[in-house]
């Protein structure tokens, strides 16, 4: 049987995890919504559909600004505080861009909203892996993104029904699940000591190490290839396998129940290799369902199988990347982790450019599968470099205790 004090640490454990997923949910919500709701936006403050897509882009820059700058700042109090303070934050902003009524105003107040994400998903990484019992950490850091995947399958879509009745329920929506981790994480996340003792600018030393800089491109480049294919899911759908414009919403949800899985297949893989080297392997089935993705897009049975797959694939990265991140960043864990959230979504933002430019010249809409592919091949190369630096990094710490001797 185990002693009290036992059971007592894993029941705060697992609640401290679910108040992270629940920021988690409510992060997701308001990334995605956004997308399913533009031309909602665009008609209800007079704008056009890519004037309206800058609300994305504005979100984007707000979680690249903020990542490094929030944890900065945040790491002089004790990580509950901080990631109270971020969901307060991620509230107040979120609930306010229900009442922006100009493009001025809500292109601030999505940009403001944007700040406190990748703080909050890369000091909650790092919290749960604390929390974790030992050789636990990628199953506790896959639980806070599960809300993430959760928001996929249920929030986005109901956010989006709320935002055609009236754009500005979707936000509201983000708010209140923003009260609810605010709540959850008062009650069931334990005290906790200061994120670091170090100051900010010894923090930012990390940024003088190859090996972090290393990860970030890999976050970049690697799910860089996920979002070349999910950023134009919607006309793959449609123009290629034929579907009614009414699938893309399920097909949405199929993508998100694969996320879901592959959340916690990620983790399984940490937790049985090294991270990097189970993101080498999600990186090369991701190389594999992208190319299969361009010879079967035309059928329509095959292409939801497919979307699946693929979302399995993509979220299996998820938990492996971070805690290469988390490993490469040793003494600055918290900000090398936040920094990592930032290559995410410089990874949205180059996977769906990228893939757009063979479009544009015409060569169809499965081409950006191709890019895909590309990138995440790419992935593997820079993975394998941060394999052969951590061994030279070895042997060389080998020698020298040899020396030493």
């Keep these: 049987m185990l002693p009290p004090s036992f059971n007592t640490f894993t029941h705060l454990m697992k609640k401290s995890l679910i108040a992270l997923a629940i920021g988690g949910f409510g992060i997701g919500l308001t990334e995605f919504v956004i997308m399913g709701i533009l031309p909602d936006v665009a008609n209800a ?80 990484a790092v919290v749960a892996a604390k929390l974790a019992r030992k050789g636990k950490e990628p199953s506790a850091i896959a639980t806070m993104f599960t809300g993430l995947t959760i928001a996929n399958i249920a929030g986005v879509p109901l956010g989006t029904y709320l935002g055609h009745i009236k754009w500005n329920y979707a936000f509201l929506l983000a708010g209140f699940v923003g009260i ?35 990860v970030i491109l890999l976050t970049t480049i ?38 879901f899985t592959g959340n916690f297949i990620g983790a399984k893989l940490a937790e049985r290799f090294s991270p990097v080297y189970a993101v080498i392997m999600a990186l090369s089935l991701m190389v594999i369902a992208l190319v299969l993705n361009t010879m079967l897009a035309g059928n329509q049975i095959a292409i939801l199988i497919m979307t699946y797959v693929i979302g399995v694939i993509a979220f299996s990265l998820s938990t492996p990347i971070q805690l290469t991140m988390i490993n490469s960043s040793k003494g600055s864990e918290m900000l090398g982790s936040s920094l990592n959230q930032s290559a995410f979504n410089m990874g949205n933002a180059s996977g769906a450019f990228l893939a757009g430019l063979p479009i544009a010249y015409g060569y169809g809409f499965v081409s950006a599968d191709y890019v895909g592919a590309a990138m995440a091949f790419t992935g593997i190369f820079i993975a394998i ?13 080998k020698l020298s205790a040899q020396y030493t001797l």
């Excluded at 990542?67 to 509230?91: D, E, R, S, Y």
């Excluded at 290839?225 to 097909?251: K, R």
Aim: cysteine-free; aromatic content about 14%; hydrophobic content about 55%.
């Design 45 to 124: 403050i007079n704008i056009t559909i890519p004037q309206a897509g800058h609300f994305i882009s504005a979100y984007a820059l707000g979680v690249v600004v903020g990542a490094p700058l929030l944890t900065g700042i945040g790491g002089k109090w004790p990580a509950h505080h901080t990631l109270l303070l971020l969901m307060l934050w991620f509230t107040i902003f979120n609930t306010l861009s229900a009442f922006a009524n100009n493009y001025w105003l809500l292109l601030s107040a999505r940009f403001l909203s944007g700040l406190p994400h990748g703080a909050f998903f890369g000091i909650g």
């Design 180 to 214: 609810l981790a605010i709540a959850a994480i008062w009650f069931w996340m334990p005290k906790l000591p200061r994120s670091t003792k170090q100051s900010m600018t010894k923090d930012m030393g990390v940024l003088k190490r190859v090996e972090p800089w290393m």
């Design 222 to 259: 690697g799910t860089g290839g996920f979002f070349a294919w999910y950023s134009y899911i919607a006309p793959l759908i449609t123009e290629v396998a034929g579907f009614s414009e009414n699938m893309i919403s399920t097909a949405m949800v199929i993508a998100g129940l694969g996320m």
């Design 385 to 397: 470099a941060i394999v052969m630096l951590r061994r030279k990094k070895a042997k060389n710490l």
